[in-house]
């Protein structure tokens, strides 16, 4: 009980030999995405992406704290990530598997590590006081590739958030309230976007865009990597699976590139249509 | 007197709300009241585990997830709150040695969160086709600083309050004084004058909430009907 059920074999079966023949089951091609609609607000910092049937939420916060001792003049960025019960029955961070932490893992590490956010802009007061910006990721509906929806969320959320106006007074920092100054964005240094790929067939020759969550139980690899709009690596992952060779990945990382062309434009536009 | 956003005393927030969203959830819906805004996911009734299952009846489960920050104290005593409403109010009997899972996650929070939630839960429960004995709807009031009572308050009339009360009520609200609300959550300094002026504000309130709800669930089941014979 609790655990996710796989598919059946006759399921998989088809899946694999409609792949063969160059079609996805749900009519899609190799290399499409998934319809993806991004809303953002009224809130500021809260954004919701839709892929298909997999639905996430990103909530970005943020509150006065003290530095850490031995980066004075950096502010903290928190991630929060939960597989919640609302995804999928039996899905439950108390007992997650290695799957769900990976997933987690991969979306934090893209924000935090390739330093997307400028840490430094978040200091008022060296040593005294800090913004902490607090990126809370909740999943809704498990419908597959949730690394990719996630990744778009939680960057649509950071762009869409702006945070009260401060004035340093000496060694007064005064927080003016929303009302009375309008909030400013963060400072974020660029975009990640991560870029899912599923492989299939005994040598992975087979490979395909944003696997739904049939097609993530039937994979035999997953490749994940991670661009910015400046067309920079930020993250590549490939846990596990069966191996694959590098022409695989130059493949990879040319459809990636296009893609992530794509989801940037697409999050222009919801940031745009919710300041209108 | 004005409030913030211009609304009379009496007049609750705009509301919205939209069922069947999520895809793996055997019911959803999403309650929204302007800033305030929740969606609620219900599995059920599927195979409980061993150790939680009861011989006759369904087990109902709550989860609460804040929009910001790892559960606290406080998530856990609305989660207590609305399964002890809901226990009730859902025909448990009807389906021994199961689950009913509900998930309820604050998209963001305006004011008036627990009322949101329940109503929520009652239209995902019924998107879910979990056997009911009524409907059950919830609405909010506050008594500020200078004795008005305010219906639907948002955050920063909760805040300035002397005291906040969410009332819920089984269908049909208007029997309410025979039966007596379901659910009662009375927070600060009042008055039993105060209160039960509250009450019967809180009763028309629900009221109109659940005419709202009907009209919803009454719209997505013609649809689907129309797609039906089709």
Known sequence: ?276 | MTRPDNREASHLRAMHCSLGQLNRADGSAQFTAQNTSVVCGVFGPVEAKVYEEKLDRAVVEVKFRSDIGSSTTKDKWVESAIRSTFEREILAHQHPRTLVQINIQLRESDGSVDSAAINATSLALVDAGIPLKSMISAATCAVLSDDVVVVDPTQEEIDAARSVHTFAFANPVSDSNKQGPLYVDSRGNFTMDEYNHCYDLCVLAAERVLAFMRTAIEGKVTKEAKINTT
């Not at chain 1, 030999?17 to 899609?28: F, M, N, P, Q, W």
């Not at chain 1, 590739?145 to 869409?160: K, Q, T």
């Open chain 1, 1 to 276: 009980m609790g655990a996710e059920i796989g598919p059946s074999n006759i399921e998989a079966a088809f899946l694999l030999e409609a792949l063969k023949k160059g079609t996805r089951v749900d009519g899609r091609g190799i290399y499409d995405y998934r319809t993806l609609k991004i809303s953002c607000g009224p809130t500021y910092g809260l954004a919701e992406v839709q892929l298909g049937q997999t639905r996430v939420l990103a909530r970005v916060s943020c509150e006065v704290t003290r530095p850490f001792p031995d980066r004075p003049t950096e502010g903290i960025v928190l991630f929060n990530t939960e597989l919640s019960s609302m995804a999928g029955f039996g899905l439950d961070s108390s007992r997650s598997s290695t799957q769900e932490v990976a997933i987690s893992r991969m979306v934090e590490r893209v924000i935090k590590q390739s330093r997307a956010i400028d840490a430094e802009a978040l200091c008022i007061l060296a040593g005294e006081k800090v913004w902490t910006v607090r990126i809370d990721v909740h999943f809704l509906d498990h419908g597959g590739n949730l690394i990719d929806a996630a990744s778009i969320a939680a960057i649509a959320a950071l762009r869409h958030f702006r945070r009260p106006d401060v004035t340093v007074d000496g060694e007064e920092a005064i927080i003016h309230d929303v009302r009375e100054r309008n909030p400013v964005p963060l400072s974020i240094h660029h975009t990640p976007i991560c870029v899912t790929f599923g492989f299939f067939g005994s040598a992975g020759d087979m490979l395909v865009l944003d696997p739904t969550l049939l097609e993530e139980q039937v994979q035999v690899s997953s490749f994940t990597i991670t661009l910015n709009s400046h067309r920079e690596i930020c993250a590549l992952n490939k846990a596990g699976g069966i191996p694959l060779s590098p022409d695989q990945i130059q493949r990879c990382t040319q459809v990636a590139l296009a893609k992530v062309d794509e989801v940037n434009e697409k999050i222009q536009l919801a940031l745009k249509a919710s300041t209108a």
